[in-house]
């Protein structure tokens, strides 16, 4: 039996939410209000309509183009890829194919997968309109135009990666570059993040550097979801392994993912491949791309996950899991941070953050933004717990009533129930209990150890629960010596 080496080479495509209006019009970059709003007459392709290029679309895609380390071009075309669908009402797509030069060609992403450092080299990355959606019902289909226009990057890797969950953590690095970045909000629930994948075998013993080497690959087309990346994967590598072991041959075509079945379903072979006519969309003349332009956009990008992970690291003393935990997500990072301005240590934030609050999220499954308690608020308990008015158990349970009532916290701490942490006082209610239980301390002396727990247990009684262990343990210790 021949062992097989999967090569796999992604297409991403990602909306760009983070631009105000479309790439080509002045609609706004927004789909999500009522279908066919934000509509200007050329995303409809009315005739005489001109594309008008977005500056911020392009300063976005440039500093991506950057961020994965590509060249840029010193000139900018446009291409027309001619196709007629009802979601394309020009029937034709504004894009950029590798000539002319793209937003970006010939870069590298380094990224993290599990405990080890992977490599993908980026063949381009390229900036391109969205099409309308289609929603299709038992006897009619519904087109909502709001998307169409919506800027879109395309970035198209080599086929570097070798298993489902490489592309899986490729993908979520991406997703949080252009999250840090403020390229967009990258979210896949909203049908932000869309991917080809393509997929071959090769021969495992032979140099995967040389072409020639390389498996027929399969493409399979439109995967919308990380999961749906991961199974499709799973599936074509268990799927072509068979086609290759019956001695037959993969053949080169398009499959689609059909998520319902977890299989990959024929679209069409290589041969029908479509021919789109690709050609210089002429109402775009190319411009030029300054150097100063360029040198500005580097200058901006913003600080990114992995800058956070080592700052959290270098400067607050995380362990580097505890700081990929919080990196993960831009808007927990955030959150994360606005906790450490209130003054809170760094590392009772990071614990607090990675645990009581992303396991709340998580429970809820809500999002940051939608969680009641702000930094502000969990400043309040953290200064319970340093000024001696909470103990952990304590602060546990002033958050959960704090987001059950929709209260602030300093609403449920007060003096009275404050820790008894002061030794003197404790020494004086230790010392009554002793004196009143003789018996139980001449047992304890003939070697009952477990009547400590018992002494333990009235002091707690005597204080309503909020004596300091710790203290008391240590004082009943003392206590109990001298005696
Ligand atoms: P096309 O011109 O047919 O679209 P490209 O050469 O542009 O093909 O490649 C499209 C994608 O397919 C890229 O992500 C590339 O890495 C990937 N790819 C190319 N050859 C293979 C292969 N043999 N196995 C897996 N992926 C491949
Ligand atoms: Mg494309």
């Given amino acids: 039996m021949t062992k097989y080496l999967a090569k796999i080479g992604l297409e991403m495509h990602c909306e760009m939410s983070e631009t105000n209006t479309k790439v080509f019009s002045a609609a706004r970059n927004e789909y999500s209000e009522s279908p066919n709003t934000n509509v ?35 000139y900018m075309y446009f291409e027309r890829k001619n196709y007629y669908y009802p979601d394309m009402p020009k029937n034709f797509q504004i894009t950029q194919e590798t000539k002319p030069i793209p937003v970006g060609i010939y870069g590298k992403v380094e990224f993290e997968c599990g405990d080890e450092i992977k490599t993908v080299r980026v063949n381009n990355i390229h900036l391109e309109e969205d099409a309308a959606s289609l929603d299709h019902f038992f006897s009619t289909s519904n087109i909502d135009y709001n998307r169409a226009g919506v800027p879109l990057l395309e970035l198209v890797t080599e086929p570097d990666i070798h298993s489902a969950k490489e592309a899986v953590a490729f993908l979520e690095h991406m997703r949080s570059v252009y999250q840090y970045a403020g390229i967009s909000e990258a979210d896949s629930k909203k049908g932000q993040i869309r991917c080809d994948v393509n997929i071959s075998l090769m021969d495992a013993e032979k140099d995967e550097s040389n072409p020639e080497n390389w498996g027929t690959r399969t493409e399979i087309k439109n995967v919308n979801s990380f999961g749906g990346v991961r199974d499709a994967i799973n599936y074509e590598i268990e799927r072509q392994t068979e086609v290759l072991e019956s001695g037959g041959e993969v053949e080169q075509e398009t499959r689609r993912w059909d998520e319902e079945s977890g299989t990959t379903k024929r679209m069409r072979s290589k041969a029908d491949a479509i021919d789109y006519k690709y050609f210089v969309e002429p109402n775009i003349p190319k411009f030029k791309i300054s150097k100063e332009w360029l040198e500005e956009i580097r200058k901006s990008i913003p600080e990114l996950a992995m800058d956070r992970k080592n700052k959290y690291i270098n400067e607050y003393g995380l362990s580097s899991y505890d700081a990929g935990v919080l990196v993960k997500e831009k808007a927990i990072s955030d959150y994360y941070e606005e906790c450490v301005k209130t003054g809170i240590d760094a590392k009772m934030a990071a614990n607090w953050v990675s645990v009581n609050i992303i396991g709340e999220l998580n429970k809820e499954n809500i999002s940051i933004d939608e969680f009641y308690i702000t930094p502000v608020m969990l400043k309040q308990i953290i200064d319970g717990i340093n000024g001696g008015l909470l103990s952990s158990k304590q602060a546990k349970e002033v958050f959960f009533k704090a987001i059950e009532e929709e209260k602030e916290p300093k609403n ?31 047992q304890y002396k003939g070697g009952r150890d477990n009547l400590f727990d018992y002494f333990v247990g009235q002091v707690m009684k005597n204080t309503r629960g909020k004596a300091n262990p710790v203290i008391t343990k240590e004082i009943l210790h003392e206590e109990l010596d001298k005696r």
């Fill in 40 to 74: 200007r007459p050329l995303d409809m392709g009315f005739p005489g309509t001109l594309p008008v290029v977005n500056k911020e679309a392009v300063r976005l895609a440039l500093m991506a183009s950057m961020i994965l380390n590509c060249s840029q071009p010193e």
């Fill in 412 to 442: 449920f701490i007060s003096k009275d129930n404050a820790q008894i942490s002061d030794k003197d006082e404790l020494t004086r209610i230790i010392s009554e209990i002793l004196n009143n239980n003789p018996t139980q301390i001449e």
